[in-house]
C-alpha cells in the first residue's frame, strides 16, 4: 500500500522545517521525503500511490510521552483506585486509554508503572493486533522499598539483594525498562514527596542488575537529594526531577542523562485542587514542589542537559488522550514550540532506544504520523484540538481522522 502527501508543511522532529513538501508512504515506512512541487505521474500512477493534498496542514512525527500510566484512571485519587478494582476491570480501562491516547496523535508511550504487570498485556495485545494503542516500552511493577511511594501497586523490596531479585522479577515478567522510586511521591497517602526512600547502595545494585540484563532504567524523584542517589548510581532517565542545582544539572549533562519533567501532572492537581475531590494533602504537596520543580528544570534546559516529554497521564484530571498538553505547558515555561517537539519526538525517541526507528520524518523510518491542521510552530495548542487532527497514522496505518475523532 502507498500513500502520498503533497502541499504540506513538514516539521520533521530534530529541528527541521519544510514549508512546502511530499511525502511518501510505502506500506508502514516512510519512503521517500522531498520539498517544492512532486512529480505527480512518477508518485501517482506509476507508483500506484493515493495522492493527498494536504495544503495548510502540518505532519510531524506521531508524539512520544515517556512517563504514563495507562492502568490509572486520571480520578482524583487514581492509585487507591486502581488497587480497589479487579484486574479484569483495571485491564479494560486500560484498553480505553491506550485507544485514546492513540487517537490524540501519541504513537508511542512508555508506561511507568502498572499493578500486576498490566502494562506487559496491554503492550502484547497492541503488538499481536488484539488492540489499537501506542507502540510501547513498559516498566511492569515499580520498585520500592516498604509502605514507600507506590507501594500499592509497585513490586517492594528492602535491601540490595531484595531489590536486585526485584529487578530479575521485572526481567521474568517482559519489561524493558526498570523503574525505581528514588523518594516519596504525591499520591501515597500520608507519604512525605520529595524523601529518600531506596538507599543508594539500593539504587546502585537495582541499576546495575538492571543494566546487565540489558534493560533501561528510571527513577521516580522529587527532591535533590533523591536525583543525587539515582544519577550517581546510573540512572537512565529522571522523572519529575524536582529541585535541580548546578552541580546536579552539571552531572546529568556529563552522564547523559535525560530529564522528563512531567508539567502536566502538577499542573492539574494544582488548578483542580480540592474542590474537584483530589485530596488536600496531594494538592499541598504538589504545591510544595512545584516552584522549585519548574525552576530546576529551566536551568538544566538552559544548560543543555537532555529533556524528553513525558506526563504522568493518568494522575489526577491528566487525562489519556490529553497527552499533548504537557507540550503547551512546556512552551508556557520558557521552551520554544520547536524544542517542546523535539522533546516529544526525536528526544523522546533516543531516550526510548528507538532513534532509529521513530521519531523523524526521514526515509526508512516507520510510518508514525501526526497531520493537523494549521501550523504548531505557531500555535503549539492546535496539537491540544481534536477537530484539528486530521489524521494518525501508526506503521503507516491510518487509526484516526475526522470522521473518527475519539472522545
Keep these: 500500500m502507498k500513500t502520498f502527501f503533497k502541499s504540506l508543511r513538514i516539521i520533521d522532529g530534530a529541528g527541521g522545517v519544510i514549508e512546502k513538501g511530499w511525502l511518501l508512504i510505502e506500506d508502514n515506512q516512510i519512503s521517500e521525503v522531498g520539498e517544492g512541487e512532486p512529480d505527480l505521474k512518477y508518485m ?9 493534498d494536504l495544503e495548510g496542514k502540518t505532519i510531524l512525527p506521531g508524539l512520544i510521552d515517556c512517563h504514563v500510566h495507562l492502568s490509572l484512571d486520571g480520578s482524583p485519587d487514581p492509585m487507591t483506585g486502581l488497587t480497589a478494582v479487579p484486574v479484569a476491570a483495571a485491564t479494560l480501562k486500560t484498553a480505553a486509554n491506550a485507544r485514546l491516547t492513540l487517537g490524540a496523535g501519541i504513537t508511542t508511550v512508555r508506561d511507568a508503572g502498572s499493578k500486576d504487570f498490566i502494562d506487559i498485556h496491554m503492550r502484547d495485545a497492541v503488538e499481536a493486533g488484539i488492540a489499537d494503542g501506542p507502540r510501547m516500552a513498559c516498566s511492569g511493577q515499580m520498585i520500592c522499598i516498604t509502605g514507600g511511594h507506590g507501594h500499592q501497586m509497585g513490586c517492594v523490596a528492602d535491601g540490595p539483594d531484595e531489590v536486585r531479585q526485584a529487578v530479575r522479577k521485572q526481567m521474568a515478567a517482559g519489561v524493558s525498562w526498570i523503574k525505581f522510586m528514588a523518594t516519596g511521591g504525591v499520591l501515597t497517602r500520608g507519604g512525605k514527596a520529595g524523601v529518600p526512600q531506596l538507599n543508594p547502595d539500593e539504587l546502585k545494585a537495582g541499576i546495575e542488575e538492571a543494566h546487565k540484563l540489558g534493560l533501561k532504567t528510571c527513577a ?46 502538577p499542573f492539574n492537581i494544582m488548578t483542580k485542587g480540592v474542590g474537584f475531590g483530589i485530596p488536600a494533602e496531594f494538592v499541598e504537596k504538589t504545591k510544595r514542589l512545584a516552584e522549585d520543580h519548574v525552576a530546576g528544570i529551566s536551568r538544566a534546559r538552559d544548560a543543555g542537559a537532555k529533556i524528553a516529554m513525558g506526563t504522568d497521564a493518568g494522575t489526577p484530571f491528566n487525562r489519556h488522550g490529553e497527552n499533548a498538553f504537557e507540550l503547551v505547558y512546556l512552551v508556557g515555561n520558557g521552551f520554544s514550540p520547536q524544542d517542546a517537539i523535539i522533546c516529544s519526538t526525536s528526544g523522546a525517541a533516543e531516550l526510548l532506544g528507538m532513534a532509529d526507528t521513530i521519531g523523524t520524518i526521514a526515509a526508512g523510518r516507520r510510518a508514525d504520523l501526526m497531520i493537523v491542521d494549521g501550523n504548531p510552530l505557531e500555535d503549539i495548542s492546535l496539537l491540544t484540538d481534536k477537530k484539528r487532527i486530521w489524521g494518525v497514522y501508526k506503521d503507516g496505518r491510518k487509526v484516526n481522522g475526522p470522521a473518527q475523532v475519539f472522545h
Design 44 to 52: 501517482g500512477s506509476e507508483q500506484g500511490a493515493d495522492i493527498t
Design 220 to 265: 521516580h524523584s522529587q527532591s535533590l537529594e533523591g536525583t543525587r542517589n539515582a544519577v550517581f548510581a546510573g540512572i537512565d532517565s529522571v522523572e519529575h526531577g524536582v529541585s535541580l542545582d548546578d552541580a546536579i544539572i552539571e552531572e546529568i549533562i556529563k552522564r547523559g542523562t535525560f530529564l522528563v519533567p512531567t508539567f502536566s501532572a
